[in-house]
């Protein structure tokens, strides 16, 4: 299952509007049928929960659907250059109740403004901040200004950008549906070249890098 995170502040929200597209491209479903949390019915216990420390049950309940996503479809929009603060609080405290809960989970990025000199905002905003959270975001990132709407190039951004989310989460569903890490088992992942299964990547024998340097300094 996807999850939409709308930041989107208006009734009717093009940020809003923009992930649910994202969603449908991504899975299929009609708009009605993809889970979207709306982060301002929860900015009040937002707020209560940084001073608090305890989530409100409705704030709960979006942290446990967002943790429980296959994917992930976040959309905000463009404030003062940057994500909004709106955006930035959800995962700051979703972050601080689990520390894991974005580790490993295919992430697609998206944002909204009303002019396209913001649209850098998807690489040096949104995309170092789930990178810190060690979500795996897909590469297009979709960014609307208000001309876009309607526009071929917004339609063809939406739809390569699902598709990789889409790929990636049925990639990594297949990788740990049960397979013992894949049909050679033992955590062992095979690296196709030319079409042909050729070598075989253990992440048990991974040597970390301290220690790689380490025997590099000893070696000197």
Known sequence: ?????????????????????????????????????????????????????????????????????????????????????????????LGVRDREALAGKPVLIAATGGTPRHSLVLEHALRPLFAHLRAVVVPTGVYAASQDWGDKGLDARIERAAGELAALTGALSAASGGTGGGADGGGAISVTRGGAADDKFDARNVVPFEEQLAALRSAG
Do not use: C, W
Request: aromatic content about 8%; glycine content about 8%; cysteine-free.
């Open 1 to 93: 299952m996807s999850v939409v995170v709308s930041a989107g502040l208006s009734v009717p929200s093009s940020t809003r509007l923009l992930g649910e597209r994202l969603a449908a491209a991504a899975t299929g479903q009609a708009p009605s049928d993809v889970r979207v949390i709306e982060l301002r019915d929860l900015a009040v216990d937002i707020a209560h929960n940084f001073t608090s420390g305890f989530p409100a049950p409705a704030l709960a309940d979006a942290m446990d659907a967002v943790t429980g996503a296959d994917g992930l479809i976040v959309v905000t929009p463009v404030f003062s250059a940057s994500y909004s603060g709106l955006f930035k609080s959800f995962f700051d405290v």
